[in-house]
């Protein structure tokens, strides 16, 4: 792939320093089983997830890709301590994820504002949670929402908004409480394609000003090549981590069109075409 290092390993930066800073999210060796029915009717296991390893540096925003089913929101619920793993470690700035913690925050892809409550009061939503005061929660919430382009519709509720905007106020929401790790499960994939190409292109540049960690789940070759620095390709069931490719485009990717650049195609239709590969 020419122009980008594609990487065998799982999930390793490509001459990562060992004497450089431990790397923001560990996950090693984790392995998902979750219990089912087979046919017969007599209990089965399937595995979801299968010895999953990933380094992911401070700031960075890395995709996971795969088929339907191969557990990439098993993986995102794993790391934000909503489920639990049966084997393996995931390590957050140093702790291990045992439970949801305030600076693991989800963006779902279905939006999971609260109907009855106005813009303002679902972003600052968290900060009620955490007991803050009405005046400065608001504040903080103000904040976010302008840093999401919604300045002005504060005191609108959910359905007066389109998707596209009731997600910019997820994404308020899930920044209110400045997490380390933002974990979003296929935010964008509920919009029309150009409302999702505009958010894509309005997130990176937020993700540029704030440089919050950001892994980023999506079905879509063209999404994780835009948005990541790295893509994590992900094997069908069960979900194993088959390649690490590192964007061609670098940083440089948030001020330009990467669609139109040749590594562009190239790119995509190498990952087309490892998608498409029987895994080994
Ligand atoms: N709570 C559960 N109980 C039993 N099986 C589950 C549970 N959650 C997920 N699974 C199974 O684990 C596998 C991975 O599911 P997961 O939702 O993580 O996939 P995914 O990669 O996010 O898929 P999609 O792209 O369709 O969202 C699937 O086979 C799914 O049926
Ligand atoms: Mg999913």
Excluded at 179 to 188: K, T, Y
Excluded at 223 to 239: H, K, Q, W
């Amino acid at each position: 792939m020419a122009g980008a290092t594609v990487l065998d390993i799982a999930g390793g930066r490509p001459g990562a320093d060992p004497t450089s800073a431990p790397p923001m999210v560990a996950v090693r060796n984790v392995t998902k089983r979750f219990r089912t029915r087979a046919r017969s009717g007599e209990p089965d296991v399937m595995v979801a997830l299968d010895r999953v390893s990933m380094d992911i540096d401070e700031g960075e925003l890395v995709s996971l890709l795969g088929a339907s089913g191969c557990g990439k929101t098993t993986l995102l619920r794993i790391l934000a301590g909503l489920v639990k793993h049966d084997e393996g470690s995931v390590v957050v700035q140093g702790t291990t994820v045992r439970e949801p913690r305030r600076d693991l925050c989800m963006v779902f892809q279905n939006f999971g504002l609260l109907p009855w409550r106005t813009v303002i009061a679902n972003v600052a939503f968290p900060l009620e949670l955490d007991r803050m005061g009405r005046a400065e929660r608001e504040e903080v919430a103000a904040r976010y929402i302008e840093t999401v382009g919604l300045k002005g519709f504060e005191r609108h509720y959910p359905h007066e908004l389109s998707g596209g905007m009731q997600q910019r106020v997820g994404i308020a929401r899930a920044l209110t409480r400045k997490p380390l790790v933002l974990l979003m499960d296929e935010p964008f994939a509920a919009l029309d394609a150009q409302t999702r190409e505009s958010l894509q292109e309005d997130f990176l540049r937020i993700w540029k000003d704030l440089r919050t960690t950001v892994i980023f789940v999506t079905h879509s070759i063209d999404e994780a090549l835009v948005m990541s620095d790295r893509v994590m390709i992900f094997t069908p069931r069960p979900g194993r981590l088959r390649r690490t490719i590192e964007s061609p485009f670098g940083p440089d990717r948030v001020d330009r069109d990467v669609r139109a650049l040749p590594d562009f195609a190239r790119c995509r239709q190498e990952i087309r075409q490892m998608l498409r590969e029987e895994p080994q």
